[in-house]
């Protein structure tokens, strides 16, 4: 039987949802790691002994290990296949958080940290790619969205269990709570078993055989190669050599206005309670404000996700720097203002900022070829994650020697240079199939390798 729709016109399916979960549960547990140590901290410091700079680098490790783990899964998921390295996250997550609860020392303790923190920066660029490189066109926005509002899910979660198990485990519950991903990391695994590869990969590798058989078990029978899109065959291509031939100015983009946009956010979010009582709010106003905040981050995700198609990508960027910057720099103004306007203006800021925030997985698998979409991805991840542990470790000595005033200045400064490198670079690609998105015909009619892939075409 014939058909001649593209894969990426039909409908979403089951196999679609279910590669949504599969590829959803790396931002889960990134959400989950980053949150946990922040609630066991109180207990494993006496158990261990901890020293203040032990302390900081325990609670950093994860952090550091993500952005070791960015470049590693980006450039192993491009050279080795997606299913492959789909795999490594989860077995690292049960591997490394299991032997948490056996830990004696700091300095063990670190290592596991940092180890699992390797395996969310890997989890970023493979789940990604698999999820853009499977996913309907219309689809393809939401469901990358999606990823960013797991991430706060696996955030409400540690909490949780943290609290739950602390509260009820004993002495040594600190244990239970730090090997609890284990969980996670085992249901992530089991749900992942029979996961196809990506067709579009094993036709960069010029394996076609094996791409027609995934695409006829996924999409059926009636479908083959000739419904996918013209897709880059060569081997030899390089990150290094597809940047110098256009794609730099993209991975510039991606990488300043994802850093821009995460910097302030897991400031805010980190120091909520400190920046409100900055900010003269204390007692039940900071408790309060601080889960109106975290409610308002999610709510903005949401929101967020829902207009990623029908606003488009670049408008939804522009207006998310513009109004959480406005926000912020209102929030320097009138420092000493009432405390009900403080929490508007801080909700404001919680609410606006998340289209930038759904985005910082969108673009990167939407703008890069299938040879260095997960390469980019990797990059991009490693980078917003020094943005974040810088802007973490800042917000305390700036609150202390500059003030809550020029505090959120520099905030609202960080969030116009967001705004100001989108309206120059980011491209809209809500209408686009996935080859016209990442292709820089468009950008320069000068030829550059994507010109040169387009020769080699299937």
């Known amino acids: 039987m014939s058909n001649n729709m593209s894969v990426e016109d039909v409908p979403i399916s089951r196999f679609h949802r279910l590669l949504t979960v599969r590829s959803g549960g790396g931002s889960f547990v990134d959400g989950y790691v980053l949150s946990i140590i922040g609630i066991a901290m109180t207990k494993v410091s006496p158990a261990l002994g901890l020293s203040p700079l032990w302390e900081g680098l325990v609670a950093a490790s994860a952090l550091i290990g993500i952005f ?23 077995t690292l997550f049960i591997v490394c958080s299991l032997a948490q609860f056996w830990v004696q020392s700091g300095e063990t303790l670190f290592a596991l940290r940092f180890m699992t923190g390797v395996a969310v920066g890997i989890e970023y660029p493979v789940a990604t790619a698999f999820l853009v490189e499977f996913m309907p066109k219309k689809s393809r926005g939401p469901c990358l969205a999606t990823l960013t509002i797991l991430w706060f899910a696996g955030a409400a979660t540690a909490y949780l269990v943290g609290e739950a198990l602390l509260n009820f485990g004993g002495v040594e519950a600190w244990r239970y709570t730090l090997a609890s991903t284990a969980v996670i990391g085992a249901l992530l695994f089991i749900v992942r078993m029979g996961t196809p590869e990506s067709p579009r990969w094993l036709i960069s590798k010029g394996r076609h055989q094996e791409a027609e058989a995934v695409i006829r078990r996924v999409y059926g029978d009636s479908f083959s190669l000739k419904n996918l899109p013209p897709q880059p065959e060569n081997n030899h291509l390089s990150f290094g050599s597809l940047l110098h031939s256009g794609y730099g100015k993209r991975m510039a983009f ?15 979010y980190a120091f909520a309670p400190k920046v409100l009582q900055a900010l003269h709010l204390s007692g039940d106003w900071a408790s309060y404000g601080s889960i109106a905040i975290t409610l308002l981050f999610v709510v903005g995700c949401i929101i967020g996700t829902r207009l990623v198609n029908s606003l488009g990508r670049r408008k939804l960027l522009l207006h998310s720097f513009l109004w959480s910057g406005l926000a912020l720099l209102l929030l320097g103004a009138l420092r000493d203002g009432p405390s ?15 289209g930038a925030q ?65 309206w120059f670079l980011a491209p809209e690609t809500a209408s686009r199939n996935l080859d016209d998105a990442a292709s820089l015909e468009e950008e320069s009619p000068a030829p550059s390798v994507s010109g040169k892939l387009s020769k080699h075409s299937h």
């Open 68 to 90: 070791f783990g960015g470049f590693m899964g980006g450039v192993l998921t491009d050279r080795l296949g997606r299913r492959m390295i789909y795999f490594v996250g989860p």
């Open 254 to 268: 991606v990488t300043i206005f994802w850093t821009c946009s995460v910097i302030p956010v897991f400031a805010v």
């Open 340 to 354: 009900m306007i403080i929490l508007l203006m801080f909700g404001a800021y919680a609410l606006f900022i998340g």
């Open 358 to 422: 759904v985005l910082q997985l969108v673009y990167p698998n939407e703008i890069f070829p299938t040879e260095i979409r997960a390469g980019a991805v990797g990059i991009g991840t490693s980078m917003s994650r020094i943005g974040a542990a810088v802007g973490t470790y800042l917000v305390p000595i700036s609150l202390q020697t500059i003030g809550i005033g020029s505090t959120m200045y520099i905030a609202a400064g960080i969030t116009f240079i967001g705004l100001i490198v989108s």
